[in-house]
């Protein structure tokens, strides 16, 4: 259970480190602006109590806008909650709607329950709604239009010709966004199809899936009119509407639609018979027009298996046409044909010869090409994780008998192991299935093999099978390769190591080992000790004590964030900010960070770190303030705006209005 949580965090924590390093772009700075205070001047119907509570929903908002991409997950159900208070008091909350519709920078639930809300409070939101139209969003301002034809009735029709116009803009997004709020606005059905209908003509994937859901979900009341539109429609178009309607007609009707698509063809371009020719395939029409001829142009895109493959499951029909072109010149056309093949449950001696010069390619993107195809003949899924996993699903190759059909791609795979991340982690998830068959070429490797990086990971690979007995010396090989002074062979042995299902008392201490190492690997070492179990405590204690500053600092902060009593550990870690150099400085600040608002009491410490030349450090100092809450204020007060370094000073004075405490209670820089 443990070795799954672990392989869990791993991936998490991969995602959230470049989260991490992600500025919150998509926030409009005007945000930071707003007094939620000043929103109150006005108000007299509200009781202290209300308007408190109003207040403090708004802060969990707006503060929301300013975090990095991480902490928005953590506080995402806090926010709903905000949005749910709010929406109580109803048309009395109007006020708090320049902060609310910041939330429709982003398309998730939080934005679909403000439009809700918004929506409620009715006329008296117009003002406020046509105030926002200047922020500097256009997803914002998209979503807001949308409010206001619903709510202003005398602009409405204004309103809706813009968000229409926005629906033919040169930004894909903005195409995008707009054909999603016009699908949730009630009374366009009409102009709201005949878009749609244009839209099944986009460049853009997204954009026509989107079309075709809103028309498929009008179902019949639509028939009629994309029967009409199929004389006007160009030939991609009619292709993509008659997909539609296929589901919705009978045997004889179906016939019809066949005969337009034939005789849509004859008069269609390359890339239009393509998609034709791919419609025909998803409605199982018998004899296709130069199938073999359409058929290979659709098997040579690098990109089918992200696109098309599953379309060509439904029929069996032209397996004999698939046959033939696994000898064609084309090696894409061969690996695709092989995959349709092979998902069939079809099998034929070529199948690994193509499949092993695929993965013996000097060209990476045929490796990768290869290396999907055989995922999902063997998983039936495409893993995108740059981790190698330990949860694999023996059944599905023993019940398919696949392990002795393509027992031959063993050593090919093996040899990834010494290739970019990527390639050796597809690679290393597929060696798994093979179990023992796997483990003798891995040992093999692990001893002989003279590129250092496949053997380290042959190594580590052997840390993860059950079968293995006698961990020890590939965990020593694993665990002396953290002082490798190539980073990265010690970014592989992190990897190895957390991933491991090596006894806790053998692969911890190694993991504490690995928190000296640079940010990349040192905060997955984090990850993975903060989720492990009770066993890491005492080694944890002892880490405490180590030698380097940055080992004894990291196990501190793991441990304050396990304890009962993390304000104990508060002191010392302010002690290693002021004393620690820079690298210890930005360790300690981002433990006391974790800590939240029991780490008020070091705020005075990381202050003059707002100062900071190095950018990094000075951004995660802010942070840190930011999180311990409104408690940091008086510290701010007294010695962040008086100070003579005129970074912290102006830092400061911007957290104070975070804050929303009075500028005229702060000594202006």
């Known amino acids: 259970m443990r070795i799954k949580q672990l392989f869990t965090i791993l991936i998490i924590t991969i995602l959230l480190f470049y989260c991490n390093n992600e500025n919150s772009k998509d926030t409009p700075s005007s945000l930071e602006l707003i007094s939620i205070d000043s929103l109150f001047i006005k108000q007299t119907k509200l009781t202290e109590n209300q308007i408190k509570t109003i207040k403090e929903c708004l802060k969990v908002i707006k ?7 991480k902490k928005r997950f953590e506080m995402e159900g806090e926010l709903i909650k905000s949005i749910k208070k709010i929406e109580k008091f109803g048309t009395d909350a109007t006020f708090s709607i320049p902060v609310m519709v910041y939330l429709f920078a982003r398309d998730d639930h939080a934005s679909d329950l403000t439009r809700k809300v918004i929506l409620q409070m009715g006329r008296k939101a117009i003002p406020y709604l046509k105030d926002s139209l200047e922020i500097n969003s256009y997803l914002i301002i998209i979503k807001v239009k949308a409010l206001l034809y619903e709510l202003d009735s005398k602009k409405g029709d204004k309103y809706l010709k813009e968000l229409i116009e926005c629906c033919f803009s040169v930004n894909k997004r903005e195409r995008l966004y707009s054909l999603n709020s016009l699908a949730k606005i009630s009374g366009i059905d009409k102009k709201l199809i005949k878009l749609c ?9 997204e954009i026509v899936l989107t079309a075709t859901n809103i028309l498929l979900k009008y179902g019949t009341e639509v028939k009629a009119i994309l029967e009409k539109s199929l004389n006007k429609a ?48 998803e409605a199982n029409i018998s004899e296709i027009p130069e199938e073999k001829k359409n058929l290979i142009q659709i098997l040579r895109s690098k990109n089918f298996i992200h696109s098309d493959w599953q379309i060509f499951l439904k029929s069996r029909r032209n397996n004999l046409t698939l046959v033939s072109l696994m000898g ?28 092993k010069k695929g ?5 990476k993107k045929v490796v990768n090409a290869t290396l999907n195809v055989v995922n999902i003949i063997i998983f039936s899924y495409i893993p995108n994780q740059v981790a190698i996993g330990n949860n694999i699903n023996h059944d599905i ?7 002795k059909l393509y027992e031959s791609l063993i050593y090919p795979l093996a040899n990834l192991l010494g290739r970019e991340e990527s390639i050796a982690a597809k690679s290393g998830l597929l060696l798994k299935v093979w179990g023992d068959r796997s483990v003798i070429i891995l040992k093999k490797i692990s001893r002989s093999s003279k590129d250092k990086i496949q053997s380290l990971r042959a190594n580590g690979l052997l840390l993860y099978f059950k079968s293995v007995k006698d961990k020890k010396q590939h965990l020593k090989i ?21 991933m491991s299902i090596v006894p806790p008392e053998q692969n911890i201490p190694a993991i504490i080992d690995a928190l000296a190492l640079e940010r990349r690997n040192s905060i997955r070492a984090v990850a993975s000790l903060y989720f492990a179990d009770k066993t890491a405590i005492p080694y944890l204690q002892e880490a405490i004590h180590n030698r380097n500053p940055r080992i004894a600092v990291k196990a501190m902060g793991i441990l304050a964030r396990n304890s009962r009593n993390a304000a104990k550990y508060v002191p010392i870690l302010a002690q290693a900010f002021e004393r620690g150099d820079i690298e210890v400085k930005k360790d300690a600040v981002k433990a006391l960070e974790d800590l939240k608002e029991e780490a008020v009491t070091a705020a005075h410490s990381i202050i003059p770190g707002l100062g900071s030349n190095d950018i990094d450090l000075s951004w995660r100092c802010k942070s840190a303030l930011k999180y311990m809450g409104k408690g940091v204020t008086d510290s701010l007060i007294k010695y962040g705006i ?16 975070r804050f929303n405490v009075n500028r005229d209670n702060n000594r202006n820089p």
């Open 642 to 657: 008086t100070s003579s370094n005129k970074k912290t000073a102006l830092i400061s004075h911007s957290l104070l209005v």
């Open 397 to 403: 190759m023993t019940k398919r008998n696949l392990e």
């Open 328 to 355: 064609n010149e084309d090696f894409y056309v061969r690996l695709h044909a092989l995959l349709i093949l092979a998902h069939r449950g079809e099998h034929l001696e070529s199948f690994n010869i193509i499949l």
């Open 234 to 281: 160009t030939p991609i178009q009619v292709a993509r509407i008659i997909r539609i309607l296929w589901t919705q007609s009978n045997d004889e009707e179906r016939a019809d639609l066949e005969q337009v698509l034939r005789k849509t063809m004859e008069v269609s371009n390359e890339k239009e018979t393509r998609i034709l020719t791919k419609i025909m395939y």
């Open 197 to 205: 209908i244009d839209k099944l003509n986009d460049t853009e994937q």
């Open 63 to 69: 503060n929301r806008s300013y975090v990095e991409e």
């Open 478 to 498: 694993v665990h002396n390769a953290l002082k490798d002074s190539n980073p990265k062979i010690r970014e592989i042995a992190t990897d190895m190591l957390i």
């Open 359 to 363: 993965l013996e390619s000097s060209n």
